[in-house]
């Protein structure tokens, strides 16, 4: 299924945007969908790669037992767009998570259901605290609070939690109802060794 708002044309892009396209470009081999479907408004571009740059790319925190890890952030960016049913951010954030933990079955089962997947129990919490935000947040209290200090979270960390689920929350939306379609490069990321690497250099 197509989208229903045709990308624009790269070089029909303002300079800002063209040159973080290229630069993408230059690092995955491939432009994802998402840094073209969404350039079409540019102020709303810049804003929506700031936020996620904030959150996503950030460094970890000074908390060793708790602060998140790349493959936990896509962790939960991969199980709460299940839950959203967003066929793009699963796919694409699936594949991420893979290459980041290096385990080429665990975003499948982190999307079917993170309670069967091959994950710590720290993760568990981490994801449980997750799914409760993106479900039921007006019903979050001290104890699910609590529940992630057990594990080494600080309140810090909370805040990531919710706030990488909360932005991907709109992230979804806006994927699903446009119809944005997943590249096909993704469906094979971190299942498969690159050619002439071993599995675990992927």
């Known amino acids: 299924m197509p989208s229903r708002y045709p990308a624009p044309d790269i070089n029909d892009l303002p300079d800002d945007i063209k040159a973080k396209v290229l630069e993408v470009q230059e690092k995955a081999g ?7 479907a969404l350039a079409r408004r540019p102020a709303e571009w810049r804003a929506f790669f700031a ?13 060793p037992n ?37 385990k080429p079955l665990l975003a499948d089962q982190v999307a079917v259901n993170y309670r069967k997947a091959d994950i710590t129990p720290r993760q568990r919490a ?4 997750a799914m409760k935000v993106c479900l039921q947040s007006g019903a979050i209290e001290d104890a699910d609070f609590e529940a992630l200090h057990a594990h080494g979270f600080d309140d810090e960390d909370a805040w990531d939690i919710a706030a990488i689920t909360a932005f991907f929350g709109l992230s979804n939306r806006m994927a699903s109802f446009s119809s944005m379609q997943p590249n096909p490069e993704f469906y094979l990321m971190g299942r498969v060794p690159k050619a002439g690497k071993p599995a675990s250099a992927t």
Request: net charge negative.
């Open 51 to 63: 936020y996620h740059d904030a959150i996503m790319l950030k460094e970890e925190s000074g908390n």
């Open 30 to 36: 491939f432009v994802p969908n998402v840094f073209l």
């Open 126 to 129: 981490m994801l449980d605290f």
């Open 66 to 102: 708790g602060s998140l890890t790349k493959g936990e952030r896509e962790m939960i960016v991969t199980a709460t767009s299940a839950t959203n049913q967003c066929l793009y951010c699963v796919v694409a954030h699936g594949a991420l998570l893979r290459i980041y933990e290096k």
